[in-house]
């Protein structure tokens, strides 16, 4: 009788697989090799610059919350003043 152990030894692991079929769903054009490149910072309107003024943006809006709450003050008045 076979154990299970030695079957899961002998067969190969392919959630690796799995993954990089998941990703080339999504971009039916792009080899697997493209789909593993994570995009790299350029001038212009890329979507790696957009990413990273959201991020910005979210990270400004959130401070000005914190400031509001601190200061018992609007933007305005605390800018103005």
């Known amino acids: 009788m076979v154990d299970e152990q030695q079957i899961s030894e002998n067969q190969p692991d392919n959630r690796e697989s799995e993954v990089?079929?998941?990703?080339l769903k999504e971009k039916p054009d792009a080899s697997?090799?493209?789909a593993?490149?994570?995009p790299e910072?350029?001038?212009g309107w890329t979507s790696?610059?957009?990413?990273?003024?959201?991020?910005f943006a979210m990270i400004g809006f959130?401070?000005?919350i914190i400031?509001?709450?601190?200061t018992h003050q609007s933007f305005f008045e605390w800018l103005f003043n």
């Open 67 to 70: 400031l509001e709450l601190v």
């Open 32 to 34: 697997p090799e493209q």
């Open 41 to 43: 910072p350029s001038f």
């Open 20 to 23: 990089e079929a998941a990703s």
């Open 48 to 55: 790696y610059a957009e990413r990273i003024n959201g991020r």
């Open 36 to 38: 593993a490149v994570e």
């Open 62 to 64: 959130v401070a000005l």
